[in-house]
């Protein structure tokens, strides 16, 4: 781990007691109430004071560990107690109410296995960087809750309402304006993520699960829905997570558009002659993944590769394409199309669509990976 | 993108209403209930003014937003630049010259600001904070009165630059 | 918790911080390195000195947070250097090789959502007994590893073999033996459990994956498989997972039969009259769930549940069922069948099959709650 | 049930091998092939006796398994009882009624017994407490001596009653 980080690690110091020469001969401790990781192994999120990243490196598959996923906080992780929790919902409805957790989990509950994904996530600019550093601000759980429609019903929704708000109860008490269409479509109200109680840092005791949609609109810690014939043009949704497109601005973009990256080989990763499994993950916010191209020539020419099943809606899919390395410096890529038919974009691609001064939020180009004569992998920047 | 009406049917087998959960009373909607629209709604009584709103700044917010003075390349500041078309050599995205509304700012810095007190400043001296920064970005004049009458009216500068992603996915790279 | 194992839960006191009265007034804790659950929850495995079970209760979903997974180990948790690890694979090969945990992870990965279960899972006998109690030795995960008829082609498997012994390397050198066809189907070495570094309880660094099959045969800490013409009839395959039918013994009975548990409501929990959803897990080590049938009055009446989607083979299948209580006293139960077509029996279905001395192993009877008056559930022991 | 030689043809569109590994030596192997099959495939050299086995047994065993004056109404054993078919009141599940086959005991005694010192036994020891458990189950006589000749012809009275399970699936409950 890089060192600077390492200091502030939660799990204790790095020194692995020796084990045994022959494990068979000696017996090992017993069962227990909470297991633990191996203390050889040290997955750890990268984190700066307002976000961390998920070690995108470190994982074999799609479900992003708990403890391990992305953070994005405006005024830090609040402390919230789950008997004295509350949401309401007014506004334009008939019925103004107040639901308890308790309440919440009443209702008729669904499981999805979805992606979240900061709108900021890229970043570039040297070679030595970590497909976490790279594109850590995005990870995936199993998030179990309930439909917001069966609460909107609940509640009598006005269908003259267009947008609501949702308001967190962190001390930066997050808005976000959203289409009341999506409500009827696929958000949720979660209250579990993989399986147990949703982690403080991704929104304990509740938040809004707005599937395949910009992590910030996710809001967490989720104490208040209003509906309302506007939005509400709130910080986030103005002074930031908008972006220059030509000689405008363009606000609400809400679907993060299909994207993918080569977990395996990365930087520092390195590499040997002969068979290597190219390995990463590709995701759409707009449904599934249809397909992912792998090129193992500096994009001449490119490759399907084989998608793990089950490919799901807005969640990342993991891809592995198997190539013969014979040796020679090259330059590897992936891209992810989605089955509206987007494919990933080159960074020329967007620049050309979106004028000179693009970047900030929503940039998904593809990225490249440069294979050097000793096997070293290092990040392409363009 | 535009959000159109959804009158949706309940296609999930379930009854349209469970009966859980209770009705909420006024008073917890008005505790709650601290969001300001484009067009006003939600903004409070009370007023405030540019002076005012200055000495509070000065006071309360300097430290980390800085002021026309400050040396951005002397010094980093906790916060992002609110004065941003003087002093600031790169361009950020700020009130000046990147917030669509006015309306904004009020409902921002109510909810959050000062950052480390957040929810403590008074509805007057949330106006007289707000009518300060819009002054000092040069989008009101030094005497403009600020309320829930006049903030709606202030048009931003960057408002002409905002449009709506219409992206529907699909081939297109825009 | 249970007072008694409350003594050695390893997350530190019970005791949360008292949150402020209003979150949004106060900044909390920025990002870290590790996320920990909320100081209000304590999901916790109940254990014993040879086994620990998952808190089924306490779930939301199917993928089973790998601190919480079920236990069973016969001679403890060994620990195991990942550099010095060596998988050796001999007998009725071309080849006998060795493979590193390096070596391993070059060969081209597969991932699978799947349960497991300890074929011993089931206790009852009493009514105060909670899901984890009665059946808490099963949870499911997301493996990653290299198929193994991978290795098997690698080394050069004799056609000719029909079983394959696999040994672990803690300290009771377990061994099983598996018919070398389960190979060629699903069987797959894995090194990853939900995405991350396969966790000690469950095998660090490396375990034998046998999809739907008893868990005891899914050797942790694998370190060697020897090819073979015939079983090795050890212990674990004879003088264990053996059971009486009639006059008779069975033994080598790999697949787990289709079962099914309501979670909640279950003991201790109360319900309230009126829309109570009924909610449980249901699992096949023959394939897919089919359906799962719930009854709200004693079995006299069944309907079918609705399955959360996507439903996997072999795997924990949540569902849901939408119940009005009016209530009076009650049971409910759910039965599984799976796509073979297999109902899951009654208890005394299974007796009147194979005898009076049922029991010990393969047991996978209806489950029955008891809804009291007052709402309070309790087990019905038969 | 019964498994049958699978002709398995590599469908997978992978090379039929990779390159990873390396051949493992005769002396690794020999390091860890300690299994023993039912027709005595595993066994070591070496032989032992009932007596020789009777004063290893009472010295590294008994504690935690007992032996035929071991009154299981008044103790609890951190051990399965191992001569079963004398005081035992209840009928576990052991060597005597239930064991089918007897190179099953050597296998796993010489692995992972005792309990508190797994692998710490010499072949001969094992041969030796081998017999000794035999002969005290009443399965061999106090004379025999085993090795790798004898020990596999022993018939182990619980042999008859063992079947393989041949469900498939399907709607019948067996
Ligand atoms: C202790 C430091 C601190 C103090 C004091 C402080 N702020 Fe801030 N302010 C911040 C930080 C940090 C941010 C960025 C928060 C974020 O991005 O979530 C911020 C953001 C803002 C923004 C949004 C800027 C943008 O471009 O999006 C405004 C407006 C603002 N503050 C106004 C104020 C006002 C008015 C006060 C005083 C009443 C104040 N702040 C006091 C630290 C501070
Ligand atoms: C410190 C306690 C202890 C000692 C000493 C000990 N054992 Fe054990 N033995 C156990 C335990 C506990 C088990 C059960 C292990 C399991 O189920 O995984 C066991 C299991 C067995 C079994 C299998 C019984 C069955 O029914 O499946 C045999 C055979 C056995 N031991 C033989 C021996 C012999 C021979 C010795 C001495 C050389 C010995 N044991 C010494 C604790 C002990
Ligand atoms: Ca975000
Ligand atoms: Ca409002
Ligand atoms: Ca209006
Ligand atoms: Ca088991
Ligand atoms: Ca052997
Ligand atoms: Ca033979
Ligand atoms: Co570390
Ligand atoms: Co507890």
């Known amino acids: ?382 | 993108q535009q959000p159109v009406p959804s009158t949706h049917k309940n296609e999930t087998g379930y009854p349209s209403r469970f009966g859980f959960g209770r009705l909420a009373t006024t008073a917890e909607i008005a505790l709650w209930d601290i969001d300001v629209r484009p067009d006003g709604k939600g903004l409070p009584a009370g007023q405030g003014d540019v002076l005012k709103g200055k000495v509070i700044y000065t006071s309360k917010c300097m430290a980390c937003h800085g002021n026309n003075d400050t040396d951005l390349s002397k010094i980093k500041l906790p916060g992002p630049v609110l004065v941003s078309d003087t002093l600031a050599k790169s361009r950020p995205k700020a009130i000046g010259n990147y917030w669509p509304y006015a309306t904004t700012l009020f409902d921002y810095i109510r909810r959050t600001m000062p950052y480390n007190q957040p929810g403590s400043l008074t509805d007057n001296e949330v106006y007289s904070i707000t009518a300060y920064l819009l002054y000092a970005n040069k989008i009101i004049k030094q005497n403009q009165l600020l309320n829930a009458k006049t903030l709606p009216g202030i048009v931003m500068p960057a408002k002409k630059l905002f449009i709506m992603d219409d992206r529907k996915g699909g081939p297109e790279v825009r």
């Open chain 1, 1 to 382: 781990v890089n060192s600077i980080f390492a200091k502030h690690v939660q799990t204790g110091p790095h020194i692995a007691p020796e084990p045994p020469e022959d494990p068979t001969k000696a017996i090992g401790p017993g069962p227990s109430a909470q297991g633990k990781r191996s203390t050889f192994e040290h997955p750890v999120r990268k984190f700066s004071e307002t976000s961390s990243r998920s070690p995108l490196q470190d994982f074999h598959s799609t479900i992003t560990p708990s403890d391990l996923h992305y953070e994005r906080h405006h005024a830090g992780v609040p402390a919230i107690d789950p008997q004295k929790y509350e949401l309401l919902i007014h506004g334009m409805v008939e019925r103004p109410m107040k639901f308890t957790l308790a309440e919440l989990k009443r209702f008729p509950a669904v499981s999805r296995i979805c992606f979240l994904e900061c709108a900021g996530n890229f970043r570039g600019g040297k070679e030595e960087l970590t497909p976490q550093e790279i594109l850590g601000l995005t990870s995936q759980s199993e998030w179990t809750g309930v439909m917001l429609s069966t609460l909107f019903r609940e509640v009598g929704a006005d269908p003259k309402a267009l947008w609501f708000l949702a308001e967190g109860s962190d001390a930066a008490v997050m808005t976000r304006s959203v289409p009341v269409k999506k409500a009827w479509d696929d958000a949720m109200i979660v209250y579990a993520q993989n399986g147990e109680a949703i982690r403080p840092e991704q929104g304990y005791p509740v938040r809004l699960l707005l599937p395949g949609w910009e992590g910030n609109m996710n809001i967490k810690w989720l104490r208040r829905i209003e509906l309302s014939d506007e939005p509400y043009m709130t910080r986030e949704e103005t002074s930031k997570y908008t972006y220059p497109v030509k000689d405008r601005i363009r606000m609400f973009s809400f679907e993060m558009d299909a994207r993918s990256i080569i977990t395996f080989p990365s930087y520092p990763q390195k590499i040997m002659p002969g068979w290597v499994e190219i390995r990463g993950i590709a995701w759409s916010g707009r449904g599934k993944i249809e397909k992912v191209e792998v090129s193992t020539d500096a994009g001449k020419t490119w490759q399907d590769a084989r998608l793990q099943d089950p490919v799901l809606s807005k969640a990342h899919t993991y891809f592995r394409h198997l190539w013969q390395w014979d040796g020679n410096p090259t330059e590897i890529l992936s891209r992810a199309v989605d089955e509206t038919g987007y494919v990933q974009p080159t960074l020329r691609q967007l620049a050309e669509a979106r004028g000179t001064a693009v970047g900030g939020y929503h940039m998904n180009p593809i990225t490249s990976w440069q294979i050097k004569t000793d096997g070293s992998t290092l990040f392409k920047p363009e």
